[in-house]
C-alpha cells in the first residue's frame, strides 16, 4: 500500500505535468528530504513512528522510498497547484492537503503499516501535516523563516517527546 501511494504520487507528478517545473521547487524539496532525514537520524534509537513491513518494504527501506518518491512529488505537486490568488482558496487547499495526507495514514494505520511509539499518536500526525503543508509553502516564500519556523518545531518535538538525540 505504502509502494502504491509512492507510485501514485509519482504518476501524478508526471501525468499533471509539474515534475517538468521541479527547479522551481527544487530548494524546498531538498528541504522536505532533509527534514525527513533528519528525523530518522534524531530519532534512530526512538522513533516516534514508523513503518511496518508490507511484505516488500521494511522500515528503512519504505521510509528511504517516502524521502526520495512520495515527499519530493508531494512538494512539487503541493506548490506547482498552490492557489496564488484569495486566501480563502488558499485555506481550502492547504486544509485539503492536510485532510488527504491524513486520510492515507490513517488507513496506513488501520491496516497496521505505520506504527505509533513514545507518545505518538494520529491526532499528533494530523498536527504535524498542518506543521508541514505550511512549511513548504512558507519555504516556497522565504527560506530564513521557514528554517526558523523549523528550528523551532523540531525543538518542540524533541522536547515534548523527550528525544534523547545524544543517544
Same mark, same amino acid.
Given at each position: 500500500?505504502?509502494?502504491?501511494c509512492n507510485?501514485a504520487?509519482?504518476?501524478? *507528478?508526471?501525468?499533471?505535468?509539474?515534475?517538468?517545473?521541479?527547479? %522551481?521547487?527544487?530548494?524546498?524539496?531538498l528541504?522536505?528530504? &532533509?527534514?525527513?532525514?533528519?528525523?530518522?537520524?534524531?530519532?534512530?534509537h *526512538?522513533?516516534t513512528?514508523?513503518?511496518?513491513?508490507?511484505?516488500? %518494504?521494511?522500515h528503512?527501506?519504505?521510509?528511504?522510498?517516502n524521502?526520495?518518491?512520495?515527499?519530493?512529488?508531494?512538494? /512539487?505537486?503541493?506548490?506547482? &497547484? +498552490?492557489?496564488t *490568488?484569495?486566501k480563502? *482558496?488558499?485555506?481550502y !487547499?492547504?486544509?485539503?492537503?492536510?485532510?488527504?495526507?491524513?486520510?492515507?495514514?490513517? +488507513?496506513?494505520y /488501520?491496516?497496521d503499516?505505520? /506504527?505509533?511509539?513514545?507518545?505518538w499518536? &494520529?491526532p499528533?500526525?494530523v498536527?504535524f !501535516?498542518?506543521?508541514? &503543508?505550511?512549511a513548504l509553502?512558507?519555504?516556497?516564500?522565504?527560506?530564513?523563516?521557514?528554517?526558523?519556523?523549523s528550528?523551532?518545531?523540531?525543538l518542540?518535538?524533541?522536547i515534548?517527546f523527550?528525544?534523547? /538525540?545524544?543517544?
Amino acid at each position: 500500500m505504502i509502494l502504491f501511494c509512492n507510485i501514485a504520487l509519482l504518476l501524478a *507528478s508526471i501525468l499533471t505535468g509539474s515534475l517538468k517545473r521541479w527547479q %522551481l521547487y527544487y530548494k524546498t524539496v531538498l528541504y522536505l528530504s &532533509f527534514c525527513n532525514l533528519l528525523y530518522n537520524v534524531l530519532c534512530s534509537h *526512538s522513533l516516534t513512528w514508523s513503518f511496518h513491513s508490507d511484505s516488500l %518494504l521494511n522500515h528503512k527501506t519504505t521510509d528511504l522510498l517516502n524521502t526520495f518518491v512520495l515527499l519530493p512529488c508531494t512538494a /512539487i505537486l503541493y506548490l506547482h &497547484f +498552490f492557489p496564488t *490568488s484569495k486566501k480563502r *482558496s488558499k485555506l481550502y !487547499y492547504y486544509l485539503a492537503w492536510v485532510a488527504g495526507f491524513s486520510a492515507i495514514e490513517y +488507513f496506513w494505520y /488501520i491496516l497496521d503499516l505505520i /506504527i505509533y511509539n513514545h507518545g505518538w499518536s &494520529f491526532p499528533c500526525s494530523v498536527a504535524f !501535516y498542518f506543521a508541514m &503543508f505550511y512549511a513548504l509553502e512558507l519555504h516556497h516564500r522565504n527560506v530564513s523563516k521557514a528554517l526558523f519556523f523549523s528550528l523551532f518545531a523540531i525543538l518542540f518535538l524533541v522536547i515534548t517527546f523527550k528525544i534523547p /538525540i545524544w543517544k
